[in-house]
C-alpha cells in the first residue's frame, strides 16, 4: 500500500455520554478511494465528522500527512486539504449557487479546482448560477455540495452519502463524473448505502457496524457472504 494521507488510530467518538465509534482503525493511501458502508446508525456519519474536525468528543489519534489534527477545529483541517461533501448537502439556502461555490474557495486552498472547473464538470450550475440553491432540484444541489468541496482543492475528499434521496439517473450522472473528480493524485473516502456502488469505484472497503469496523478488505475480493456478515452481523 502507497503512505497513507490518513490514519485513525484507537479513535473512540462521543455524544455526550453515548459513544458512537470504538477504536476505529483506518489507513488512506496516498491517491486511494476507500468505501466506508455499514447499516443505519453504524457510525459512518460520525467517523466523517470525526476526521474532519465537526466532531471534537472524541480521543485517538487522526494523523493527516504525520500530523495529529484530531484536536483542529473544522476550518483548520480544511486549510490542510481535507474537504467533505456532507449527509444532505448543507446548502446555505439564502446564498445563491455561485456563492456557495465561492464558500468552498473561502476556507480552501489554491489548486486547478475554480468556479470555470466546476462549471465544466456541472454546465447545469453554470446556467443556475444566480439562482438561490434552494431553487435546484436534490441532484443539482448534489453537484452544488461537491463544487464546492473541490473549490478548496483538497487533497483528501470525503463523500457522505452522495447518492441518498437522488433520482438513479442522477447518481448515475454523478458516480461517472466521480473519476474525473478525484483525477490524479487526489485521495476519497465515499461513504456509500448501495454496495455495489461502493465496490465499483473504491479499491478497499471498510464496514461498520455498531461504532466498530466489522471488515477491511480489498473491494474486487471481498465477497457477498463476508459483507452480510459484517453488514448486519449474521454468522
Ligand atoms: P446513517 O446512514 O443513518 O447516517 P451512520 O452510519 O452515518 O448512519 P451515524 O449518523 O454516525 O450513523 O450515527 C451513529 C450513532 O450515533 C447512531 O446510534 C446515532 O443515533 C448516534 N448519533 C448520531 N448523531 C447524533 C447526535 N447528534 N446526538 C446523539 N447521537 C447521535
Redesign the pocket.
Known amino acids: 500500500m502507497p503512505d497513507p494521507i490518513l490514519q485513525t488510530r484507537d479513535l473512540n467518538s462521543y ?2 455520554d ?1 459513544q ?2 470504538y477504536d476505529v482503525e483506518l489507513d488512506v493511501g496516498e491517491g486511494e478511494v476507500l468505501a466506508i458502508i ?12 470525526s476526521i474532519t474536525g465537526l466532531l471534537t468528543n472524541g480521543r485517538g489519534q487522526i494523523h493527516y500527512r504525520g500530523q495529529d489534527i484530531s484536536r483542529l477545529r473544522a476550518d483548520e483541517v480544511a486549510e490542510l486539504g481535507l474537504a467533505m461533501v456532507p ?1 444532505g448537502r448543507q446548502l446555505f439556502p439564502s446564498l445563491s449557487v455561485k456563492e456557495n461555490l465561492m464558500i468552498g474557495a473561502q476556507v480552501g486552498r489554491k489548486g486547478p479546482w475554480d468556479l470555470k472547473a466546476v462549471y465544466d464538470l456541472f454546465p447545469i450550475l453554470e446556467e443556475r448560477k444566480d439562482q438561490a440553491s434552494t431553487s435546484l432540484s436534490g441532484g443539482q444541489q448534489q453537484m452544488v455540495a461537491i463544487g464546492r468541496a473541490l473549490m478548496a482543492n483538497p487533497d483528501l475528499i470525503l463523500f ?2 452522495v447518492s ?1 434521496g437522488l433520482a438513479p439517473i442522477i447518481i448515475k450522472d454523478i458516480y461517472e463524473a466521480l473519476p474525473g473528480i478525484i483525477g490524479e493524485g487526489m485521495s476519497a473516502i465515499i ?1 456509500e ?1 448501495d454496495i455495489t456502488k461502493a465496490l465499483s469505484v473504491s479499491s478497499r472497503v471498510f464496514c ?1 457496524q ?2 466498530r469496523v466489522s471488515l477491511e478488505s480489498a473491494s474486487d475480493t471481498v465477497s457477498r457472504e463476508d459483507i452480510s456478515r459484517a453488514y448486519f452481523g449474521i454468522e
Do not use: C, H, I, P
Open positions: 455524544y455526550g453515548f458512537a465509534l455499514g447499516a443505519n446508525g453504524a457510525g459512518k456519519s460520525t467517523l466523517m465528522r449527509e457522505d452519502e441518498l461513504v448505502q461498520l455498531e461504532g
